[in-house]
C-alpha cells in the first residue's frame, strides 16, 4: 500500500490536457442528452485492433470519461452504440438486437474503416456488409484503427463538451 | 417540547430530505473524481452523476416483455424507502418528527425493504443475470443483518433506547463516549456494513462491466431512462444516508440539536453544512481506500462480514463488562 | 355461569359438532359447502369467545358427567382466550377456502378431499384445538389434546392413496406425536400426583411448595413434549413431513393453529402452573429457540419444495416465540418485571403474527399445488399472470414473513429485539452472555428470513413458467380467494396498526405476571421497559407519501410518455428460455456454500466417458440434495439401535412353554424377595 501512494504521487496527473473542442457537433436527436453520453461497445466482427484504441480513449492519458463519455454494461444503460469491424454474419442479428434494446434517443458510431466500408474484409463470404447497412449511424470515424485523438473528438462530438 | 422547536425539527428534516435529495449524486461525483484523481485521470467532474440523470429523465422507458407490476414498481419503493429514510435519520436535526416513528433497526429495515424490492424485480425479468444478482445480494443481505443489529445493540445499551435522535443527543452530551472501545468497535463494524450494503469494493464493484462479477448491477441491467434514474438516484441517496448515519453516529457535532425557538432554526444551515462536510470527507476516504484493494471473491465476502459481526459482538461486551 | 365466553364457545363447539355430522352424512354434493360453513361458524364463535375472555371476561364450567371419573373442567382465562381466538380465525380462513379446495381441479387437486372422513373430521379437529386451551384439568386437556392429535393424524394421511410419500409422513407424525403426549402426560401426572388434584388451580397453588427437584422433572418433561408440538428442533422432525403431505387448508391450521397450542403449553404450565422456575429452564428454553430459529429458517432457505420450505420458516417462528419466552422467564427471574413482560407480549404477539401470514402462505401454497399439481419451485415460475389472485397474496404473506416493515413480522421482531436489548444490563453476566448471542441468532435468522420468502416468492411467483403445468395454470375457485384474502386481510390490519391488538396482549400476559402493561400506544407504539418508539403506519405512510410525490415528480420531469415495449435484453442472440432462469436451488446456491458446514449438502456428479477415449464425455448427470441433517444424524441411528433392541428381544420369545414358565417363576420369585427385603 505504501509503494502505490509512492507511485500515485510521483506519477501525479497522467491525463494530457484537453485539446481545443471539436467543431463539429452531435446530430439533433443526440444533442438534448447535455453532456452525458453512455456507451455500449458491439463488437461486429472486429481485429480488435480498434478495441486495443478504445481502452486507450477510456484509459488515464485519453481519459474520455472527462467529457462525460462511459462505457456501460448493457444497451439498456447506453445513449449510443460503438460499433466496430465489419458485421458479419453471425453478429448481424445480435447488432440489430442490440439497437432495438437501446431506449431513444439514441446513436450509433461506426469505429474504424471496417466498421465504415468493411475496409480488407469487403466482400468475404462472411461479412453482411457496413454497420449502416444493418442499423442507422449518426457518426463515423475513419481509421485502421482510427487513433485516439479521433475516437476522443468523435465522442465529443456526441458529448459537447 | 415547545412550538417552535417542533417547527424547526419539521423543517429541519425537510431540509435534510431536500439535501439528501440533492446532494447525493453530487456525493457520488465526488467519490468518482478522487478515484480519477488518485489514479492519474482528469474526471467528469462532480456535476456528472447530475447530467446522467437529466439525460435518463430525458429518454424513454422500456417495459420488456414478461415482466409485470413488481418490475415497475420496484425503483419507486426503492427510492421511496431512501427518501423515507433520509427524513429519519438525524443529518441536521435530531428532532425530526419522523424520529419516533422509525428507529435504527427499522430504518436498516426499511433500506432492506428497498433491496428487497429491486431483487425481486430483477428476478421478474427471468434473466439469468437478473437472478444471479438477486440471489448474490439477498446472501450479503442476510449476513450483514447480524452485524447491523448487534452494532445497534451496542449502540444503543449506554443510551437505553434505539432511537436516533436520542443516541445523537447522548452523544452529544458525552463526547467522551466517542473515543470508548465500545463505540470505535461499533464504528467499525458499521462500516464494513455501509460498504456491503451500497455494494462498493471490496464486496462489489460499482463500476465494472463485466456480468460474472457484478452482484447490485446485475440486478439494473434492465432499466433504462427514468426507472434507471431513479434506481441511480436511490443508491446514491441509500449510500449517503448510510455515511451520515455512520458520520452522525459517531461524530455528531454540528448538528441541529434539542435548542429552542429560533435559535434551533438558525443553528440548521451550519448544521447541514457540517454534515455535507462529514459526508464528502467520509465519501472522500471511502474513495480513496478503494484504489487500494482489489473486490473480494464473492465466498471471501462472508469472511469479512463474519469477522465484522465479532467486532461488533466485542463491541456489544464491552457496552456491558467496562461500563 | 354464563358469559359471552361461554356462550360463545359452547356455540362454537356446537358448530364443529355440527359441521361434523354434515360431514358424514350429507351426500357428496353439498358435503364441503355445508361442513366448510359450519367450521366456519365455529372459527368465528371461537373468535368471539376468544376476544371476550381477552377483554376481561373469563368464564371457567365444571361437567362431572361428560367424562367418567374425572368430570370436565373448562376455564377461559385471556391467555387460553388469545389461542382460542388465533385457531378461531384460522379455522374460518381455512374452512371458507376448503370449500372450494375440495372442489376437483382438472387434473390435479381434490384428491378425496370432499370424502367424508376429511370433513368430518376437519370440524372436530377444530373443536379439539379450541378444548385444548380452554381445559382446566389435567385429565380435559390430556383428552383434547389426544383427540387433537388423533384428528390432525387421520387428516395428514387423507392423501395417501395418491402419493406414497404420505404414508411415510404419517408414521412419522404419528410416533413423533405420541411420544410428546408421552412427555406430556408424564409431566402432569407428576405434577397432579404431586399437587394430590388434577384441576389447574390445585396445581397452582401447591406449585409453590413442590421440591426443586420435582419442578424441574416436571418442566423438562412438558418442555420436552410441547416443544415437540411446537416443532422446535431437535424435536421438529416430523414438522417437514406432514405439513406438506397434508391438505393444504389442513397444513394451514396445524402450522398456523396447532404447534401454538405447544407455546401454550409451555406459558401454561412453565409460567401459569409452576408459577416461573430457576434460571435453568429459561436458558434451555431460550438455547432451544434460538437453535430452533437458525436451523429452521437455514433449510428453508436452502428448500426447494414450497410447503416443507413454509413448515421449516415454522420452526423458525416457533424458535423465535421461544426466545421470547426464554427471555421472559430470564427476566422474571432477574426481576425485571417490565422488560418480562415485553418479552411476553413480544412472543405473544408473535405467535398472532406468524398464525395470519402462516395461514396465508400455506393456503396460496395449496392453491398453487391444486392449479399445478407441483410444490417444486424448480418447477413453479411465471404464475403472476396466471393466478394474480394468489400471486398477491402470497406476496402479502411473504413479505410479512421476512419481517420487513409494511408487513406484520416487522412489528413482533422489533417488540423482541426490543425486550432482548434492554435486558443486557439486568441480571449478571449470565444475561449479558445470553443476550447477544440471542439477538445475534436471531438476527441472521431474520436476514435468512428475507432471502427465503425472497426466494419462494420470486421464483415461484414471478419470471417465467418453467414447466407445461405451471404454464397451464389457472386462478383458483372464489371460496378460496375468500379464504386467502380474509387472512391477508389479517396481515394487513396487524402490520398496520398491531396497538388493537396490545390491551388484549396486555391481560393475557397479566395472567402470568400481574400488573404489567409493556406496550402502549395506538400509532406509535411505546414501551414501557425502554425508551424506543415505533410506528408501523407513520412508516407506511411516509412510503406511500414519497412514493406518490416521486410519481408525480416522474411526471413532471420526464419528456417521454409512452413506456416502449420491448424484448429481454438477451445478449443480442436468444431467445430467452426458462431454462436460462434462476432457479430457487441456484438462487440459494451461495447461501448453501456459505453454510455448508452446517447443511452438509449431498452432491453427486456423474462423468460417463465415451467408449472411445476416457477424455471425450459421453453425458454428465449432477444430483444435489440438502437433507435434514438432524434427521439422519440424530434420527436414523436412534431408529436403528431400536430396531436392533426389538429384534433382540424376539429370541426372548422362542416359543418353548418351558421357557415362558421359567420366565413367571423367575419374576415372581424376584418380586417376592424384593417386598422381603424392602418390608
Known amino acids: 500500500m505504501k509503494d502505490l501512494l509512492r507511485k500515485i504521487r510521483k506519477t501525479g496527473r497522467v491525463a494530457e490536457d484537453p485539446p481545443e473542442r471539436p467543431a463539429e457537433s452531435a446530430p439533433d436527436a443526440l444533442r438534448e442528452l447535455g453532456g452525458s453520453v453512455q456507451l455500449r461497445h458491439v463488437d461486429a466482427g472486429s481485429c480488435n485492433g480498434c478495441e486495443v484504441e478504445i481502452a486507450s480513449v477510456f484509459g488515464p492519458v485519453y481519459d474520455a470519461e472527462r467529457y462525460g463519455a462511459r462505457l456501460v454494461a448493457s444497451p439498456r444503460h447506453a445513449d449510443a452504440l460503438v460499433v466496430t469491424g465489419p458485421v458479419t454474419r453471425n453478429m448481424e442479428m445480435a447488432l440489430r438486437r442490440t439497437y432495438e434494446a437501446v431506449p431513444a434517443p439514441k446513436g450509433v458510431i461506426a469505429l474504424g474503416d471496417c466498421a465504415r466500408n468493411c475496409g480488407v474484409f469487403a466482400g468475404a463470404y462472411g461479412v453482411v456488409g457496413a454497420v449502416r447497412d444493418v442499423v442507422p449511424v449518426d457518426v463515423e470515424v475513419p481509421g485502421c484503427p482510427p487513433e485516439p485523438e479521433a475516437i476522443v473528438a468523435a465522442l465529443r462530438g456526441l458529448t459537447g463538451r | ?323 | 355461569m354464563t358469559s359471552v365466553t361461554g356462550a360463545a364457545l359452547s356455540a362454537s363447539l356446537g358448530a364443529s359438532v355440527l359441521a361434523a355430522s354434515a360431514g358424514a352424512v350429507l351426500p357428496r354434493r353439498i358435503r364441503p359447502v355445508a361442513a366448510g360453513i359450519g367450521t366456519a361458524a365455529a372459527g368465528a364463535a371461537a373468535v368471539v369467545a376468544g376476544v371476550a375472555a381477552m377483554t376481561g371476561r373469563s368464564w371457567s364450567a365444571w361437567l362431572p358427567e361428560l367424562l367418567p371419573l374425572a368430570g370436565v373442567r373448562l376455564a377461559v382465562d385471556p391467555l387460553g382466550g388469545l389461542f382460542i381466538a388465533v385457531t378461531g380465525a384460522v379455522a374460518v380462513c381455512a374452512a371458507v377456502y376448503g370449500v372450494g379446495y375440495a372442489r376437483p381441479a382438472d387434473g390435479h387437486g381434490g384428491h378425496g378431499l370432499d370424502g367424508r372422513t376429511v370433513q368430518a373430521v376437519l370440524p372436530l379437529f377444530v373443536a379439539a384445538m379450541l378444548l385444548v386451551p380452554a381445559a382446566a384439568s389435567v385429565s380435559t386437556f390430556l383428552v383434547a389434546w389426544e383427540l387433537m392429535a388423533l384428528a390432525s393424524l387421520l387428516l395428514v394421511v387423507a392423501e395417501h392413496r395418491h402419493r406414497e410419500s404420505v404414508g411415510q409422513a404419517g408414521l412419522w407424525y404419528a410416533v413423533m406425536t405420541h411420544l410428546g403426549l408421552v412427555a406430556i402426560l408424564a409431566a402432569l401426572a407428576g405434577l397432579a400426583a404431586a399437587a394430590h388434584g388434577e384441576s389447574f388451580d390445585r396445581m397452582r397453588a401447591a406449585a409453590e411448595g413442590m421440591s426443586p427437584a420435582v419442578r424441574g422433572a416436571v418442566f423438562v418433561a412438558a418442555f420436552a413434549g410441547f416443544a415437540s408440538k411446537a416443532g422446535i428442533v431437535p424435536l421438529h422432525v416430523w414438522l417437514p413431513r406432514a405439513h406438506p403431505e397434508a391438505p393444504s387448508h389442513v397444513s394451514a391450521l396445524m402450522s398456523a393453529a396447532m404447534v401454538n397450542l405447544g407455546v401454550y403449553g409451555i406459558v401454561r404450565v412453565g409460567f401459569d402452573l409452576l408459577g416461573g422456575g430457576p434460571r435453568w429452564w429459561w436458558l434451555l428454553v431460550l438455547a432451544a429457540g434460538a437453535v430452533s430459529a437458525l436451523y429452521g429458517i437455514l433449510q428453508a432457505a436452502v428448500a426447494t419444495d414450497l410447503k416443507r420450505l413454509l413448515a421449516y420458516s415454522t420452526c423458525e417462528n416457533m424458535g423465535l416465540v421461544l426466545v421470547g419466552l426464554g427471555a421472559g422467564g430470564l427476566l422474571v427471574t432477574a426481576d425485571a418485571r417490565p422488560l418480562a413482560a415485553l418479552a411476553l407480549t413480544a412472543a405473544l404477539l408473535h405467535v398472532v403474527n406468524h398464525s395470519a401470514f402462516k395461514t396465508l402462505l400455506f393456503l396460496a401454497a395449496g392453491s398453487v399445488l391444486r392449479a399445478t399439481g407441483l410444490r417444486d419451485l424448480d418447477a413453479l415460475g411465471g404464475l403472476r399472470t396466471r393466478m394474480p389472485v394468489t400471486t398477491a397474496m402470497f406476496a402479502v404473506g411473504a413479505l410479512a414473513a421476512s419481517a420487513l416493515p409494511l408487513g406484520n413480522g416487522f412489528v413482533s421482531e422489533w417488540l423482541l429485539l426490543q425486550s432482548l436489548i434492554g435486558s443486557l444490563g439486568e441480571g449478571g453476566t449470565i444475561t449479558a452472555v445470553t443476550m447477544p448471542v440471542a439477538v445475534g441468532a436471531l438476527a441472521l435468522s431474520a436476514g435468512l428470513a428475507v432471502a427465503t420468502f425472497v426466494k419462494a416468492f420470486g421464483t415461484g411467483f414471478l419470471a417465467r413458467p418453467r414447466t407445461p403445468q405451471a404454464e397451464a395454470a389457472a386462478e383458483s375457485p372464489a371460496a378460496m380467494g375468500v379464504g386467502m384474502g380474509a387472512a391477508a386481510a389479517c396481515c394487513v390490519a396487524l402490520a398496520l396498526v398491531p396497538a388493537f391488538t396490545v390491551p388484549g396482549l396486555a391481560r393475557a400476559v397479566q395472567v402470568v405476571l400481574p400488573g404489567q402493561d409493556a406496550v402502549a400506544g395506538q400509532v406509535t407504539l411505546r414501551l414501557a421497559a425502554a425508551s424506543s418508539t415505533m410506528s408501523p403506519l407513520l412508516i407506511a405512510v411516509g412510503v406511500a407519501v414519497a412514493a406518490a410525490a416521486l410519481l408525480a415528480l416522474l411526471r413532471f420531469a420526464t419528456t417521454w410518455r409512452v413506456r416502449r415495449r420491448a424484448r429481454l435484453w438477451d445478449c443480442g442472440m436468444g431467445p430467452m428460455t426458462a431454462r436460462m432462469e434462476y432457479t430457487a436451488t441456484s438462487f440459494a446456491e451461495p447461501l448453501q456454500r456459505v453454510f455448508d458446514d452446517v447443511l452438509a449438502p449431498e452432491t453427486d456428479v456423474n462423468v460417463t466417458p465415451l467408449a472411445e477415449s476416457a477424455y471425450l464425455v459421453d453425458s454428465v448427470s449432477y444430483r444435489a440434495r440438502v437433507g435434514d441433517r438432524i434427521e439422519s444424524r440424530l434420527y436414523r441411528p436412534l431408529i436403528a439401535a431400536a430396531t436392533a433392541v426389538g429384534e433382540a428381544a424376539r429370541r426372548l420369545a422362542d416359543g418353548s412353554v418351558h421357557r415362558y414358565l421359567a420366565y413367571g417363576f423367575f419374576t415372581f420369585t424376584g418380586v417376592l424377595i424384593v417386598l422381603a427385603v424392602t418390608r
Open chain 2, 1 to 323: 417540547m415547545s412550538g417552535s422547536t417542533t417547527l424547526a425539527g419539521t423543517v429541519g428534516a425537510a431540509a435534510q430530505v431536500v439535501l439528501v435529495a440533492a446532494g447525493s449524486p453530487l456525493l457520488v461525483g465526488v467519490m468518482r473524481q478522487v478515484r480519477a484523481r488518485l489514479e492519474g485521470r482528469a474526471g467528469a467532474g462532480v456535476l456528472q452523476p447530475w447530467r446522467d440523470l437529466r439525460k435518463l429523465l430525458r429518454k424513454e422507458a422500456i417495459t420488456p416483455h414478461g415482466t409485470g407490476p413488481v418490475f415497475r414498481a420496484a425503483p419507486l419503493v426503492l427510492a421511496a424507502t431512501a427518501l423515507v429514510a433520509a427524513g429519519v435519520v438525524p443529518i441536521a436535526t435530531t428532532e425530526s418528527p419522523l424520529d419516533g416513528a422509525a428507529d435504527l433497526f427499522a430504518v436498516t429495515a426499511l433500506l432492506a425493504l428497498g433491496t428487497v424490492a429491486l431483487a425481486l424485480a430483477a428476478l421478474d425479468t427471468a434473466t439469468a443475470f437478473g437472478g444471479m444478482g438477486a440471489s448474490r445480494e439477498m446472501t450479503v443481505l442476510a449476513l450483514v443483518e447480524p452485524t447491523i443489529l448487534m452494532s445497534v445493540f451496542a449502540l444503543s445499551v449506554p443510551v437505553g433506547s434505539t432511537n436516533l435522535g436520542a443516541i445523537v443527543n447522548s452523544t452529544l452530551h458525552e463526547p467522551q463516549r466517542v473515543v470508548s472501545p465500545v463505540s470505535l468497535l461499533a464504528a467499525v463494524a458499521l462500516a464494513v456494513v455501509v460498504i456491503a450494503e451500497t455494494g462498493r469494493i471490496p464486496v462489489d464493484n460499482p463500476a465494472t462491466h463485466l456480468e460474472l462479477t457484478m452482484i447490485h448491477e446485475a440486478m439494473v441491467l434492465e432499466y433504462a431512462g427514468p426507472d434507471l434514474a431513479l434506481v441511480e438516484w436511490a443508491s446514491a441517496m441509500r449510500l449517503t444516508v448510510l455515511l451520515g448515519l455512520v458520520a452522525n453516529l459517531f461524530a455528531p457535532w454540528g448538528i441541529a440539536g434539542a435548542d429552542s425557538g429560533w435559535v434551533a432554526l438558525a443553528a440548521l444551515p451550519l448544521a447541514l453544512a457540517a454534515f455535507a462536510a462529514k459526508v464528502t470527507l467520509l465519501g472522500g476516504a471511502l474513495a480513496a481506500g478503494e484504489v487500494f484493494m482489489a473486490k473480494l471473491r464473492m465466498f471471501r465476502v462472508p469472511e469479512l462480514l463474519a469477522g465484522s459481526f465479532v467486532l461488533a459482538l466485542l463491541a456489544v461486551a464491552a457496552s456491558f463488562f467496562l461500563a
